[in-house]
Nanobody, 127 residues
């Protein structure tokens, strides 16, 4: 059974850091990339960062220089290190296996999640 479980969220003051974890089962990181997405109240879910199965990383502009995605393939886990957090980073964060449609350049807006959404992990940044 394919499953991804997010963890590591919490309440942090602006400027603080958190590390999110995405533990995958039912497939390996050698087969699929992983994307991190977030959804703030009243807003659509958006892509935040992704790491392809080749290890290439991509970020949405608002988190570049602050967030870093990495993978530990033996543990089948992907991490999102979030530094210099801002109140606008407050959201529920989700991870999903991703694919890139044929013929499309890899960007944070072209990745397609192919696994069901889990419960996510809440990140709250206070000002």
């Amino acid at each position: 059974e394919v499953q991804l479980v997010e963890s590591g969220g919490g309440l942090v003051q602006a400027g603080g850091s958190l590390r999110l974890s995405c533990s995958a089962s039912g497939f390996t990181l050698d087969d699929y990339g992983i994307g991190w997405f977030r959804q703030a109240p009243g807003k659509e879910r958006e892509g935040v960062s992704c790491i392809t199965k080749n290890g290439d990383t991509y970020y949405t502009d608002s988190v570049k220089g602050r967030f870093a995605i990495s993978s530990d393939n033996p543990k089948n886990t992907v991490y999102l290190q979030m530094n210099s957090l801002k109140p606008e980073d407050t959201a529920v964060y989700y991870c999903a296996a991703i694919v890139i449609p044929t013929g499309y350049e890899v960007t944070i807006t072209t990745i397609v999640p192919i696994t069901s959404w889990g419960q996510g992990t809440q990140v709250t940044v206070s000002s």
